[in-house]
């Protein structure tokens, strides 16, 4: 039951930027911060982008995020083949006191 | 650095109840600053949010699964705790414990996370 909404897929070749769009409402992306989060195949995710656009410490610049409205986006320059893995975003959501994720994306390179 | 280890059955029958424990080393679950939660991922799925506690026993849990999920805090173990209830197949997921940001930036990110468990509802 996510609220915010990713494409299934997407892809490019290697050096080339990829984006990823999430789609939500104001109760969520609007009104509070958006994270995202890389799982590569058969680990627990890990965080890469928190508050908008800030970047833990060790994730490479080449991630970095942006929200307009009731949407934000993951961009990731510069792709390397370890980068191919399962990308969701997510955010606390106001109306239902609680976090929610995307649907997950698949980024293949 | 934080470490987060979560335990618990492999195998659960359904309609019995699921006990998992996260056991957190580097770190204190007395912490001001972060709520520790669940989020579990069926196999092939996305990410599920199941909730959230703070040391001081405050909850916040997913409305889906509110009815049947009881979150718990012991910070003399330096643990946190889950129990499912009335278990079906469709809770069979990789049950993940994590390290959730207390809401003082307003993010509520997770930046530290278990491996992960397996939890297979079957009789």
């Known amino acids: 039951q996510s609220m915010l909404t990713q494409p299934p897929s997407a892809s490019a070749t290697p050096g080339e930027r990829v984006t990823i769009s999430c789609s939500g409402s104001r109760s969520n992306i609007a009104d509070n911060f958006v994270n995202w989060y890389q799982q590569l195949p058969e680990t627990a995710p890990k965080l890469v982008i928190y508050s908008d656009f800030r970047r833990p410490s060790g994730v490479p610049d080449r991630f970095s995020g942006s929200k307009s409205g009731t949407s934000a986006s993951l961009a990731i320059s510069g792709l390397q083949s370890d980068d191919e893995a399962d990308y969701f975003c997510?955010?606390?959501?106001?109306?239902?006191?609680?976090?929610?994720f995307g649907t997950g994306t698949k980024v293949t390179v | 650095q934080v470490q987060l280890q979560e335990s618990g059955p492999g195998l659960v029958r359904p309609s019995e109840t699921l006990s998992l424990t996260c056991t957190v080393s580097?770190?204190?679950?007395?912490?001001?600053?972060?709520?520790w939660g669940w989020v579990r991922q069926a196999p092939g799925k996305g990410l599920e949010w199941i909730g959230c506690?703070?040391?001081?026993?405050?909850?916040y849990r997913s409305p889906s699964l509110e009815s049947r999920l009881i979150i718990s805090v012991d910070t003399s173990k330096n643990q946190f705790s889950l129990k499912l209830s009335s278990l079906t197949a469709a809770d069979t997921a990789i049950y993940y414990c994590a390290r959730q940001e207390g809401g003082v930036s307003g993010s509520y990110h997770h930046d530290s996370w278990g491996p992960g468990t397996l939890v297979t509802v079957s009789s």
């Open positions: 506690i703070y040391y001081s026993g405050n909850t």
């Open positions: 580097g770190g204190s679950v007395s912490t001001t600053r972060y709520y």
């Open positions: 997510a955010a606390w959501d106001a109306d239902l006191n609680g976090y929610v």
